[in-house]
T-cell receptor, first 117, second 112 residues
């Protein structure tokens, strides 16, 4: 399985600021994803990070609020912009398990625990 | 009706018990079914992965899928305190329908 790391592991931020979360994988992968996990809720997909093109966002998530970069096949960043307390959550990146563009399941990183005051 | 329903628990059992965790779903297009284990303050870890209906066994863990009833289960035999975690079911249609739909997770505590 792929080894995935995230930075930072946790952070406490002030309202109105932005935080960039990094996701690094130890092998090249086609599919990378960003999720949010709020207390008592299911994991919610924010977007699919596409290498060399814009990310594909899910309903309810927009690029201005959650800009994503994917400069190569092992790295991606998610920025949470103009934060409010409602953005307090765990943010997770994941990668598809198959080597190609289509994937059936995913491996997850350790997560970034964000608290916004 | 949510696409995936999972009883959040919490579920508390004594060490050595057999644990049964379940999810129901409504989307008949789902073909791939997964169970993830998530320890506190960690990311989800892929535990079991099953395609279509049937059983799959891996050590103390058995995953069952009944597509006719839209019902999946994870059984843990001889449960251990180290099994204490939140268990999440997830599923997708496979191929181009790769997006995972998750249950809310069931919090399990195994007491020594």
């Amino acid at each position: 399985s792929a080894v995935i790391s995230q930075k930072p592991s946790r952070d406490i931020c002030q309202r109105g600021t932005s935080l960039t979360i990094q996701c690094q994988v130890d092998s090249q992968v086609t599919m990378m994803f960003w999720y949010r996990q709020q207390p008592g809720q299911s994991l919610t997909l924010i977007a699919t990070a596409n290498q060399g093109s814009e990310a594909t966002y899910e309903s309810g998530f927009v690029i201005d609020k959650f800009p994503i970069s994917r400069p190569n096949l092992t790295f991606s960043t998610l920025t949470v912009s103009n934060m409010s307390p409602e953005d307090s959550s765990i943010y997770l990146c994941s990668v598809g398990t198959s080597g190609g563009a289509l994937t059936d399941t995913q491996y997850f990183g350790p997560g970034t625990r964000l608290t916004v005051l | 009706q949510k696409e995936v329903e999972q009883d959040p628990g919490p579920l508390s059992v004594p060490e050595g018990a057999i644990v049964s965790l379940n999810c129901t779903y409504s989307n008949s297009a789902f073909q791939y079914f997964m169970w993830y284990r998530q320890y506190s303050r960690k990311g989800p870890e892929l535990l079991m992965y099953t395609y279509s209906s049937g059983n799959k066994e891996d050590g103390r863990f058995t995953a069952q899928v009944d597509k006719s009833s839209k019902y999946i289960s994870l059984f843990i035999r001889d449960s251990q305190p180290s099994d204490s975690a939140t268990y999440l079911c997830a599923m997708n249609g496979g191929g181009s329908n790769y997006k995972l739909t998750f249950g809310k997770g069931t919090l399990l505590t195994v007491n020594p």
